[in-house]
């Protein structure tokens, strides 16, 4: 018996929440960010897909990318 490789959907009456959408945002320098932990930021330089480099005021930071708590705006 053959299994379809296809995503189950999600049914309403379930107890478990659906998986969530993984959404790879672009940064680019100089563009503002919001951090759950850290605030409010502007993107100093982006490695590649891997990290991108943050200063959110008292110092920048190193953010390995993908990164769910963190937003471009």
């Known amino acids: 018996m053959a299994t379809s490789q296809r995503p189950r959907r999600h049914l309403a009456s379930s107890p478990f929440a659906p998986k969530p959408d993984v959404i790879d945002e672009v940064y680019e320098a ?4 919001s ?6 930021g502007r993107v100093v330089s982006v490695q590649g897909s ?6 959110f005021g008292n110092g920048a930071k190193h ?5 769910r708590s963190m937003t471009a705006l």
Do not use: N
């Open 35 to 40: 951090h759950d932990s850290f605030g409010l």
């Open 30 to 33: 100089g563009a503002r960010v």
């Open 50 to 55: 891997t990290s991108v480099q943050v200063d």
């Open 63 to 67: 953010i390995p990318l993908p990164c």
